[in-house]
């Protein structure tokens, strides 16, 4: 369920996803928010970053290229494991390994003992074509489960419980520490140099607020045990020496290493993730929703680390926290896939687990909260965001109960989710209409919705952009809300439209499911409940409709006893102090201050002589032949391909992929942008995220959205830009809209699509007629809600997605695509929608205003301009269906084709694209810095390119992981070519440094272009790493979408594929001398960083200095 979304993934990956600095063109992602999610490096760590209230909170070790899905959990289907299985080529070693549907079966049974295992428990999932084993080491008590499927992406997690009494990221750090090397493997970062060293699929570590885990995937059956090897070493027998700890964690260092007089500062990487995670009103505001909630347990505190704490953590207390929590009795294991079970136990115990007694661990049980005997209410000060629409509504407000334990009882969680669901989410839900609707605020608070990812489950509901004195009013309005729920109960339809989400949830085939089905056990299973309770979707399905006909007040006794009585509820009210974060700088920088007036001469030179210690250690060249490795001919030669088959249905082009998609038809259709005005460009991402959020024809919004949610998965919209294989001023720009539905409810979504794509009707606006399309102007207080809800978010983006913007600023002056894609995704879409929402812009929403009379032209150009503005369609789903899809399909084109020339065309303006460099650095409150550095390369075709890509990878592992992450303390750093768009960028995440790491990114093209940089064993482990990327798993629905958006055919990956394999070091160090060296002036620059510490001044070395409004920052 989509509400469930920013609840279950909300991580902290160990190490940023650096060096994957692209946005969206139409040959890359999902088709899934392809606009909105701008394959940008800020927006996928700060999506994963974010801190909820009740979320997993997972802090992930790294940004560096290791999540290559954007699907979320799903089914992975036989006959699709097949496909891969037998398009997939490996090393002739793997030739005589059964795998996907030919491997060998498991025959285990109940008390069979293997490996020093003993099965406990078999049970076939049919829901996910799997059988799930669970089983004991006889030794340790560890738990195993492995979920045994035809995958060929096969997937291993080791998971922790961890449970911090403090707030000085003990757990965050330590995660961070086992991965720079271990007994087997004295390798300085072995997890970074195993980034380069497989065709991993997955690799990265996450810290929870209550356990840590390591995962990985691959397809790989050598690369499997090579990961397996080097994780199980790290968790169990890692180094955890000083000089690792006070690189990640924290150390006292001078501002110059080697100059005590200088200004004595705290550094460390995860000291700075956490400054820059800390900056931003959601996870200040869910930090303190969690501190009140958990007063007395492991919750209460931050376990990714708050600064101010960090620094009292001792080497000391990181090692006895591992001896302590690191143990196989505190440990779950999980895989998943095709390989044989046996194999990895064997490996399991005798690298790890046999080298281990039991140990008694029930003292890291979580206890149950202790409840309150009335509820309770707190005010806090948090920070800012970087714009705001209304000064006078900044605060935010939430109400949150605690509830059920949610290792007991599967049916109550699942039902709470549901009630969750509909409680808050879409216009027909009560909160939704008794706070969203009547724009007291600017949209959910940060924490809002159902979250049983801790012992104890929470639901919590608020408002974000409010005034204080609403604030009492904004709480009476939701306990009055949960009264009239408690009596009234939910509609039957939608409770049946919510179950239907989670069908399609449940059958849709997702690429990384092995991976997310290993973490949606983890919670349960960690707290003593069984890590089946997430796959019996089937049985708790059923089981909860019983309990519905059973029950006929069933919801309201529900919410009764959840919520009305019970008196574990918190009321949490953040003001906005416009000084919060330069309160934190000056206590900072007071701190150190008086610690260095204190410093004794022989403490001086210790700090001097550490931190040259540390340098020595960074600087050394590692020996990593210890490492297991894969080598480039493990690589395969051949593409999998994907069999397209054109046609066409009422004379439009029509793309068909026959997939096992499990029952569920995938739909895109395309639309031509060329014609479309300019003035109206700005309106296109608003056009894309209202389509189908008001009314249409006969049915207004409210009826419209239970129409789409009872029988289709939703409909989405985008932008698609393609730039020109041959010419980056030339590329081309689409509407793509997009659709699914489980098979039986095909005719419905058609005739929906139908609806959404009728041309709005004539203008002006004329209210007595009966509603046609779209209704842009009969339903103006409905978009003013989403104007204002769009614009809140996109404020509160600026500091947590500051790469992002950044990047796209950086690259707006380089190709006419790039000025598109900051146009309308980047920091002018942010002011632009400001401007729609603000008190003296209103008349633009009313019915006659520019608002609904631009999406209107929008609507009418593309579903009725008369010229053929509908391109082509594309149909995913098995081929059994396709008779039907063409059916309903040839009935909607007749009526899509009826529509054209009803809508006079408006006249095209154009607008020339004029290159322009740029250096400008945006002032935001943040504690950190996002440093982004882009050079216009070179087409697609051009015979750089290939060069170009690997000299994104390997400048990236070889010198500005080093430089930007381990020396400067950023979170994360790289470089990457968008062979695509013709670029290539530097970026930096979470930065202490701004101008300085501008020196980094120079020197690193010095050293690139120098004789000798690269060896070639570089060249291998590039190619490795590029190719991991490339050959990631793709989902059925999406294969045969990089054909359709930007006809790019197999033949011609194919050929960039050899190319790329062909790269020599020779053309790696030219590329490096002719686009960053020699063409070192003919790069742009753009910095989003802390506003307390800007380095340079406007006007000045060509420097610009903006606040996020684009206007030059007041001194």
């Known amino acids: 369920m989509s509400s469930l979304a920013p609840l279950t993934q909300t991580l902290r990956w160990s190490k940023p996803l650096c060096g994957k600095l692209q946005r969206t063109q139409s040959v890359y992602g999902s088709v899934s928010n392809l606009r909105r999610a701008q394959s940008s490096l800020s927006q996928q760590c700060a999506a994963r970053t974010s801190s909820t209230l009740f979320g997993k909170n997972l802090r992930p070790l790294s940004a560096c290229a290791v999540d290559k899905y954007t699907s979320s959990s799903r089914k992975f289907s036989t006959t699709s494991c097949k496909a891969q299985a037998q398009a997939s080529t490996s090393k002739p070693a793997e030739a005589t390994l059964p795998r996907g549907v030919d491997r060998v079966p498991l025959d285990l049974k109940v008390g069979q003992k293997l490996h020093g295992f003993t099965v406990t428990s078999i049970e076939p999932v049919d829901e996910f074509s799997l059988t799930a084993y669970i089983l004991t080491h006889d030794v340790t008590g560890a738990q195993y489960l492995h979920a045994d499927c035809d995958d060929t992406n096969n997937s291993f997690n080791v998971c922790f419980r961890t449970v911090p009494d403090d707030s000085t990221g003990v757990a965050h750090i330590l995660e961070h520490t086992v991965l720079c090397g271990s007994e087997k493997y004295p390798v300085r970062d072995p997890f970074f140099n195993m980034l380069k060293r497989s065709l991993n699929t997955f690799m990265n570590a996450m810290t929870a607020p209550d356990y840590t885990m390591y995962p990985f995937s691959t397809r790989n059956a050598a690369d499997y045990y090579n990961l397996l090897s080097v994780y199980l070493d790290a968790a169990f027998f890692p180094k955890l020496s000083l000089v690792d700890f006070r690189q990640e964690g924290h150390r006292l260092e001078f501002e110059e290493p080697e100059d005590p007089n200088s200004k004595l500062m705290f550094k460390g990487v995860v000291f700075n993730e956490m400054k820059g995670a800390m900056s931003s009103i959601g996870s200040r505001f869910s930090g303190a929703l969690s501190k009140e909630l958990y007063p007395s347990t492991t919750y209460h505190h931050n376990s990714g680390g708050d600064p101010v704490d960090i620094p009292s953590l001792t080497h000391e207390d990181l090692k006895a926290f591992h001896s302590t929590h690191y143990h196989p009795s505190n440990a779950l294991f999980y895989s998943y896939g095709d390989l044989p079970l046996a194999e990895t136990l064997e490996k399991v115990n005798s690298w790890a687990l046999s080298k ?78 008794a706070l969203i609707e009547p724009n007291i605020g600017s949209g959910y608070a940060p924490g809002t919705g159902y979250a049983p990812y801790r012992r104890e489950a929470a639901f919590g509901v608020g408002l974000k952009g409010v005034k204080d004195d609403d604030v009492e009013m904004i709480e009476k309005t939701i306990l009055e809300t949960m009264d009239k729920v408690a009596v009234e109960g939910f509609e039957k339809e939608l409770v049946e439209a919510n179950i239907h989400q989670v069908e399609l949830m449940v059958r849709e085939v997702s690429p990384s499911f092995g991976l997310d089905l290993g973490f949606s056990v983890m919670p349960v299973w960690m707290h003593g409940g069984s890590p089946l309770d997430q796959l019996r979707v089937g049985e708790t399905i059923a089981e909860l409709r019983k309990k519905c006909e059973e029950e006929p007040t069933f919801w309201q006794d529900l919410i009764k006893r959840s919520f009305l009585e019970n008196k574990h509820r918190i009321t949490v009210h953040m003001q906005p102090d416009d000084e919060f974060n330069t309160k934190l700088e000056v206590s900072e920088a007071e701190l150190l201050a008086e610690m260095q007036s204190k410093l004794s001469e022989e403490t001086k030179k210790q700090l001097v002589t550490e931190a040259l210690e540390l340098a020595e250690d960074q600087n050394k060249i590692p020996d990593v032949d210890s490492l297991p490795t894969l080598s480039v001919a493990d690589i395969p030669s051949e593409l999998e391909r994907t069999i397209s088959t054109q046609s066409e249905v009422e004379g439009v082009p029509i793309q068909w992929n026959d997939q096992a998609t499990n029952g569920i038809t995938y739909f895109n259709a395309l639309y031509d942008l060329s014609s479309l005005p300019v003035h109206l460009h700005p309106y296109l991402p608003l056009f894309c995220s209202l389509w189908t959020q008001l009314g249409v024809n006969e049915m207004d919004y409210r009826e419209a959205s239970q129409a789409i949610k009872s029988s289709t998965g939703g409909f989405s919209a985008d932008i698609i830009d393609t730039t020109d294989m041959n010419d980056l001023d030339s590329f081309t720009q689409a509407f793509m809209i997009n659709g699914q539905c489980l098979d039986r409810n095909l005719e419905k979504m058609f005739e929906l699509l139908s609806a959404l794509t009728t041309p709005a009707g004539p203008a002006p606006f004329n209210p007595s007629a009966t509603p046609v399309g779209i209704r842009w102007h009969s339903e103006p207080d409905r978009l003013a809600t989403l104007l204002n809800r769009r614009s809140a978010g996109l404020n509160a983006s600026v500091a947590q997605s500051g790469l992002s913007y950044a990047a796209m600023h950086a690259a707006s002056g380089l190709s006419p695509e790039a000025l598109a894609a900051n146009e309308q995704d980047g920091l ?105 550095q882009t050079f216009r390369t070179v087409p697609y075709t051009h015979a750089d390119s290939p060069a170009l890509m690997i000299l994104g990878s390997a400048l990236s592992t070889c010198y500005l992981h080093r430089e930007i992450r381990e020396k400067g303390g950023a979170y994360g750093g790289g470089c990457s070519a968008n062979t695509w768009g013709g670029r290539f960028t530097f970026n930096s995440y979470r930065d202490p440094n701004s101008v300085e790491t501008l020196d980094v990114y120079r020197n690193a093209a010095e050293w690139a272009a120098s004789e000798g940089s690269f060896s070639e064993r570089d060249l291998s482990e590039s190619l490795l790493r590029v190719f991991s990327s490339i050959d990631s798993p793709v989902a059925p629905s999406d294969r045969g979408l990089a054909l359709f958006m930007s006809g790019r055919t197999d033949e011609v990956r194919q050929q960039y594929r050899e190319k790329v394999l062909g790269v020599q070091l020779s053309d790696v160090k030219d590329v490096a001398e002719k686009y960053l060296v020699e063409g070192k002036d003919n790069a742009s620059v753009a910095i989003v960083g802390n506003e307390e510490k800007v380095p340079v001044t406007h006007g000045e070395d060509g420097w610009e200095v903006l606040g996020a409004n684009l206007k030059p920052r007041e001194e």
């Open 356 to 433: 281990f007694d039991k140990l008694d661990v029930s003292h890291l049980e979580v206890p149950d909260e202790l409840r309150f005997d009335e509820p309770r209410k707190f005010q806090v000060l948090g920070p800012t965001d970087a714009m705001v629409n209304d000064p006078e509504k900044r605060s935010t407000v939430a109400v949150a109960w605690l509830l059920n334990n949610i290792a007991t009882d599967p049916v109550e969680v699942f039902a709470l989710q549901i009630a969750g669901d509909l409680l808050i989410n879409g216009p027909n839900a009560p909160l939704y209409k």
């Open 828 to 932: 002018p879409h942010v002011n632009f929608v400001q401007r729609l929402v603000s008190p003296e812009a209103e008349i633009e929403l009313m019915p006659a205003g520019a608002v609904p009379v631009a999406l209107t032209e929008i609507a009418n150009h593309l579903f009725g301009g008369g010229a053929q503005q509908l391109l082509r369609c594309r149909v995913a789903a098995q081929g059994s269906s396709f008779e039907t899809v063409e059916k309903h399909l040839g009935s909607w084109l007749k009526e899509s084709k009826a529509h054209e020339g009803k809508s006079p065309l408006i006249t095209p303006d154009t607008k020339p694209f004029i290159p322009e460099l740029k250096k400008t650095f945006f002032s935001v409150p943040s504690q950190c810095n996002y440093v982004a």
